[in-house]
């Protein structure tokens, strides 16, 4: 699992990631598992977003169990990157195609995102992104 920055967004590259628990609470939980580390990064979202695939776009709201019922097909689902762009569209891809896509929000901190080991990437309302890190021991890398 490595998180890279480049000049106009993130990426969240995992090796055999996997979504390893679906969390359902005031805001929709993912866990995602990785080959390479033990911990896994961990999704949370807490504003409308939209579940694509080929065929369709199903829209979806947290807050609104009932429309929470999509997400449970994609336990274990292998999952191939996250992208986050510095406006604060993160867009969660799977390797079957399907893709989890969260927009920013105008009111309200959108999704928030743990990447192990020390790293919490925060939409901020309005879509700017907030950077928190416990200590210097690892940070993003940048590509060049």
Not at 46 to 70: C, G, M, R, W, Y
């Amino acid at each position: 699992m490595r998180l890279l920055e480049e000049d106009n967004h993130w990426t969240l590259k995992l090796i055999d990631g996997r979504v390893a628990r679906i969390q359902i609470d005031f805001r929709l939980g993912i866990d995602l598992s990785d080959s390479e580390v033990k911990d896994v990064a961990t999704l949370y979202i807490e504003t409308e977003f939209s579940v694509k695939n080929d065929d369709s776009i199903v829209q979806i709201n947290p807050e609104n169990t009932a429309t929470l019922s999509p997400i449970l097909k994609f336990f274990n689902k292998e999952v191939e990157q996250i992208r986050i762009a510095k406006t604060g569209q993160l867009v969660l891809y799977f390797r079957d195609g399907q893709s989890i896509e969260v927009p920013p929000n105008k009111r309200y901190e959108a999704w928030q995102l743990g990447v192990p080991p020390n790293i919490l990437l925060v939409c901020s309302p309005g879509g700017s992104i907030s950077v928190f890190q416990q200590s210097s021991e690892r940070r993003p890398e940048t590509v060049q």
